[in-house]
């Protein structure tokens, strides 16, 4: 094998095994999946001790995707003694995406924290956090 054929054969095997799967990683994952700062529910207590964890997140979603406007749905993070509650307040449609106002109750000992939130579903299916003043989505 000459050095042009091993050459070659080396740039075939670096794109087959790194650029051409990290190409189509970037490509095809949604841009919600990228980074968990807008996901809904992250506002939630940014300014104190009880920010959500991933697992708190998760719940936000599973909570947001249900539309139970009937229920109060609340969960303890055992990890960290926050307790979370969300009320479904109403639904919305801000263009073609389906939105949500909410209010998110937080209590962390005897301090309790109350949130008026808005989020709105992104086409890969993760509720993200909006402002209702401005709606940059």
Not at 9 to 32: D, E, G, K, S, V
Not at 65 to 71: G, I, L, R, T, V
Not at 78 to 91: A, D, E, F, M, P
Request: charged share 20%; aromatic share 10%.
């Amino acid at each position: 094998m000459d050095l042009n054929q091993l050459w070659e054969c080396t740039l075939n095997r670096i794109w087959h095994n790194t650029l051409y799967p990290a190409l189509l990683m970037a490509l095809l994952i949604p841009q919600a999946y990228a980074s968990l700062d807008l996901l809904a529910g992250v506002e939630a207590g940014i300014e104190t001790d009880t920010a959500m964890t991933t697992i708190d997140l998760d719940r936000t979603q599973e909570i947001l995707s249900s539309n139970d406007f009937e229920s109060e749905h609340g969960w303890i993070n055992h990890h960290t003694g926050i307790h979370y509650q969300i009320q479904l307040l109403r639904s919305y449609s801000y263009g073609h995406y389906p939105c949500l106002a909410y209010q998110l109750k937080i209590k962390n000992g005897d301090d309790i924290q109350e949130k008026s939130l808005d989020a709105c579903q992104h086409r890969s299916g993760k509720w993200i956090s909006v402002s209702p003043t401005s709606m940059a989505f």
